[in-house]
């Protein structure tokens, strides 16, 4: 950081509030526009005694926050539309995209039926009964061809569902209706009998070829249901873009607690279940030591189309990304966001793969698969099946930070895969802020926050290093460069499974939570501690500049 920088961001320390915590609730969605600032460009720092290669370039302005979103989301556009659909089950379909629009193969109804257990009518009443045994006792069944015409003036038994015979005008349900026992049906005068009703007349719903949903809907419950009411036994969805992630750092262990310097990865488990939410398919997470060698051969010989990695996205002398993609050849669509946390991340293209990383990658493969069957993390099975020549087309690059990486996870990596994954764009989220929020200088601050009777409640825990607070927290705020006052509405990005969350929680569920939240003193509102100290231990060096309560970076 330079001295001028140093010297605004000590001042803004000094003005540092807390952040409290709270219970979930639902919030509006009107709209909620944000203006970034401008982001001028800095003057380049003095070079050290050992420089980097990257501090020998040019240095550059980072890419304000909500530009860096929109070319993600436009970086593969054409490898999206050249995509050939993926044809599955409906017992396979759930949680994937309609990759075309779902148009009715027959009409719904595809005849006319009751809509109630009760009796078909002919005409006006009283109505003559059946005088067989049989149709006095069952009548029509749902299931059944089509029954014989009812003649005016007679009645018979019929149930949900049932095809309504016909001749039929109406029908009356079974409580509306007195059979006396001397062979006649009679209305009661309560309920008279109206043309038409509780029949489901053929086509109510939709006629054969309307459409029903658009390509990019999300495959819910209900939609396999309509769709096989619609005559479908298997649907055309996005095939999910295959993604490999590649953790780097020689300071991180798999298991056990921190010794000797080394600490926990908290990215591995974290990032692959991160990607498959945004409807990726994960392909396997692989550990690698911070060697520039092995990081440019794994990126080379990936085969999917798009590759994540976590740390060495800065300029020290251990980060390997960039010289990667120098090396490979690669088009920086993204490099640096003037955001906090996460502002060192980036997004490539990647060149096409070339004849000797294509064998190379596939004598890899070959290797593994022997000395390891299930592969790396057992990696999803493929969608599709045969040897895979595709070139990685993308890499997003995250800072090694746990929470500046989920920053990265949802600047680039989520427009990049909505995209792909033919997902519509999510509609604003705003919200009021239930406190006052420090915004950095110059650059978009995400928060993680929590929902109390519709306001964001920001949450203590928010530095680059920390997962307490995300872990928490229903998503996103996005604060403006200078920060925001109480009560102004910021756009909140909501996390992959939050939704999702909320809809699966019943009424009571959530009118249980809102007593406890009124009578129930709350969490973030004890008194902060501030603890000005910096912590980098948590993830591979990014460059994040830390601020008290690991606030703002």
């Known amino acids: 950081m330079l001295d001028a920088d140093v010297h605004v961001w000590r001042q ?48 550059h302005s980072p890419t304000s926050w909500p530009d860096a979103r929109a070319i993600a989301a436009r970086a593969a556009v054409k490898e999206a539309a050249h995509a050939a659909p993926v044809m599955r089950t409906l017992s396979e379909a759930l949680g994937q995209v309609l990759a075309a629009p779902l148009a009715a193969l027959t009409d719904l109804p595809p005849f006319d039926t009751s809509a109630m257990d009760g009796w078909a009518l002919a005409g006006p009443g009283p ?57 006649w049906l009679h209305a009661s005068a309560a309920h008279p009998v109206v043309l038409g009703q509780d029949i489901r007349t053929r086509g109510q719903e939709c006629r054969s070829g309307d459409q029903l949903l658009p390509a990019g809907t999300l495959v819910t419950p209900a939609v396999l249901g309509l769709a096989a009411a619609a005559g479908y036994d298997e649907l055309p969805t996005v095939r999910r873009p295959r993604v ?11 298991e056990g607690l921190p010794h000797d310097g080394r600490i926990r990865d908290a990215l591995g488990p974290m990032v692959g279940p991160w990607l498959r939410a945004l409807g ?44 990667t993609l120098r090396r490979l050849g690669a088009e920086l669509l993204v490099d640096g966001v003037a955001v906090r946390p996460g502002h060192p991340m ?29 592969g790396p993390d057992t990696p ?13 087309r993308h890499l997003v690059g995250l800072p090694g930070n746990p929470l500046a990486a989920v920053s990265g996870l949802l600047t680039l990596a989520e427009p990049l895969l909505r995209t792909l994954t033919g997902r519509p764009a999510p509609a604003p989220g705003p919200a009021p802020l239930a406190e006052a929020v420090q915004g950095h200088p110059r650059d978009t601050r995400l928060v993680p926050v929590t929902f109390r009777q519709d306001a964001a409640v920001p949450l203590r825990f928010n530095g680059p290093a920390m997962l307490r607070g995300i872990a928490v927290a229903d998503g996103l705020a996005v604060i403006p460069p200078g920060g925001a006052k109480r009560g102004t509405e910021v756009e909140v990005l909501d996390l992959p499974w939050s939704a999702i969350t909320t809809e699966q929680l019943s009424y009571a569920d959530q009118t249980r939570r809102a007593d406890q939240a009124h009578r129930t003193p709350q969490a973030g509102h004890r008194t902060p501690q501030a603890s000005h100290h910096t912590d980098r231990a948590a993830g591979h060096g990014d460059g994040e500049d830390i601020s008290p309560e690991e606030g703002p970076a």
């Not at 490999?244 to 798999?254: K, P, Q």
């Not at 293209?349 to 290797?367: D, F, G, Q, V």
Request: proline share 10%; net charge negative.
């Open 244 to 254: 490999e992630v590649l953790v780097l750092g020689d300071e991180l262990l798999t």
């Open 12 to 59: 803004f320390l000094g003005n540092s509030t807390s952040e409290g915590t709270g219970s979930k609730s639902t919030r509006s969605r009107a709209p909620a526009p944000q203006t970034p600032a401008p982001h001028p460009k800095r003057t380049p720092a003095a070079p050290t005694s050992h420089p980097h290669p990257l501090m020998d370039e040019p240095h």
């Open 280 to 323: 990726a398919e994960v392909t396997g997470t692989r550990r690698l030591a911070d060697e520039a060698d092995a990081v440019c051969a794994a990126v080379a010989e990936s085969s999917a189309d798009v590759v994540v990695t976590t740390g060495g996205t800065a300029a020290g002398p251990v980060d390997h990304v960039h010289p």
């Open 380 to 392: 999803e099975k493929s969608e599709t099946p045969g040897p895979q020549t595709r070139p990685a």
């Open 127 to 183: 109505w003559r009964l059946p005088t067989d045994e049989k149709d006095q006792v069952h009548g029509i069944l749902a299931g059944h061809g089509e029954a014989a015409a009812l003649p005016d003036g007679h009645a018979v038994r019929i149930a949900t569902g049932a095809r309504v015979p016909p001749g039929a005008t109406a029908v009356l349900r079974s409580e509306y209706g007195t059979a006396a026992g001397d062979g």
């Open 346 to 374: 980036l997004l490539a293209r990647l060149a096409p793969e070339n004849r000797e990383n294509r064998e190379s990658r596939e004598s890899r493969e070959s290797r593994e698969s022997r000395e390891n069957p299930e």
